[in-house]
């Protein structure tokens, strides 16, 4: 089971910290990361790390002012969302999978979690 929490509503420009954790079940060695899915648009892939924590990949859109980051091999993941747009807008997935490749090459994912709702407004 993935939970992901931290959305809500903030002004162009803020910042928001977005966490999941995995738990119900072991996960060993299992990649995790973000999606989002804006009104209207298709899902997205956004950020994702591998297992240790130790490689990073994000979307185009959210270089430099998304940062994804991991407890060492714990199986908890934050979003740290800096200088946030409208167009960030959208509800945002945690997900897991035994392929760190999986999540941002294929963006695709063995396990997902509920969606937390981010609003930017301008």
């Known amino acids: 089971q993935l939970q992901a929490f931290g959305g809500g509503l903030v002004q162009a420009g803020d910042s928001l910290r977005l966490s999941c954790a995995a738990s119900?079940?072991?996960?060993?060695?299992?990649?995790m990361g973000w999606f989002r899915q804006a009104p209207g648009k298709d899902r997205a892939f956004v950020a994702a790390?591998?297992?240790?924590?130790?490689?990073?990949q994000y979307a185009d859109s959210v270089k430099g002012r998304f940062t994804i980051s991991r407890a060492g091999t714990e199986n908890v993941i934050y979003l740290q969302m800096d200088n946030l747009k409208p167009e960030d807008t959208a509800v945002y997935y945690c997900?897991?999978?035994?392929?760190?490749?999986?999540?941002?090459?294929?963006?695709?994912?063995?396990?997902w979690g509920q969606g937390t709702l981010v609003t930017v407004s301008s």
């Open positions: 119900g079940r072991t996960y060993s060695s299992i990649a």
């Open positions: 997900a897991a999978d035994n392929h760190f490749g999986s999540l941002y090459a294929h963006f695709e994912a063995d396990y």
């Open positions: 790390t591998n297992w240790d924590g130790g490689s990073t």
